[in-house]
């Protein structure tokens, strides 16, 4: 089955530098790859995603890249603010349906 | 738009008791409903997914007596924990989903569970 690695686990960043966390997937059949943000308590909220057709996408500071060859993805946060302190996960679609999860990054922005 | 409301948000209760959430698709007809569990400081963990009007499909490991799905409607969903104890409690959260291709899943705020 799909395997979602996701790293590195915890991630420190200065205020107004850039973040970046890394997936890796297993299943080349996966075509779908959403990224979410969770914050303490709440449920995730879908932030950005791709689809294998697509490098690249960007949402205002928000990027996502994708390189289907070597099966992996990574979100790219620029100007962190520290609203941007939370947990992050990557997903990658298995078949229509299911989503396989990596096992979230804690991303700490410092004022 | 993708608005999933997940209800009660908290719950606290004694042991053997059991406990009904309920998700709800709120501008949009979802294809498919996930019920996730989450533990602290961990990654999601699918329960199970279902769709409206057929039984959930669980996954390994996770009892289909103890936690009932029914989705009655392309718009509701719930889960009960049936006869709930204290190794039960936990982070759960639903999501919902439209169509039939691979589709974001738009999840609720969860459902905080705790058994006394």
């Known amino acids: 089955g799909e395997n979602v690695e996701q790293h590195p686990s915890t991630l420190s960043v200065q205020e107004g530098d850039s973040a970046v966390i890394k997936c890796t997937y297993s299943?080349?059949?996966?075509?779908?790859f959403p990224w979410y943000k969770q914050e303490l308590g709440k449920g995730p909220q879908l932030i950005i995603d791709?689809?294998?057709?697509?490098g690249e996408k960007k949402d205002q500071r928000i990027a996502v890249t994708l390189n289907k060859t070597a099966k992996h993805f990574s979100l790219h946060i620029t100007e962190t603010q520290p609203e941007d302190s939370a947990v992050y996960f990557c997903?990658?679609?298995?078949?229509?349906?299911?989503?396989?999860f990596g096992k979230g990054n804690q991303v700490v922005v410092i004022p | 738009g993708a608005v999933v409301s997940q209800h009660p948000s908290w719950v606290i209760c004694k042991s053997g008791t059991s406990v009904k959430i309920e998700c709800r698709s709120l501008?949009?007809?979802?294809?498919?409903m996930f019920w996730y569990r989450q533990f602290p400081k961990q990654s999601l963990m699918l329960m199970a997914t279902?769709?409206?009007?057929?039984?959930?499909?669980?996954e390994q490991g996770v009892e289909k007596d103890k936690f009932l799905i029914n989705h009655a409607s392309l718009t509701l969903s719930t889960l009960t924990v049936t006869s709930a104890h204290p190794e039960d409690s936990s982070f759960y959260i639903c999501?919902?989903?439209?169509?039939?291709?691979?589709?974001?899943?738009?999840f609720g705020d969860g459902t905080r569970l705790s058994i006394l």
């Open positions: 999501s919902a989903k439209l169509g039939q291709a691979p589709q974001p899943q738009h």
């Open positions: 299943d080349s059949a996966s075509n779908y």
């Open positions: 791709i689809r294998s057709n697509v």
């Open positions: 997903a990658a679609s298995i078949g229509n349906n299911r989503l396989a």
């Open positions: 501008d949009f007809q979802a294809t498919t």
């Open positions: 279902s769709n409206e009007g057929s039984k959930a499909t669980y």
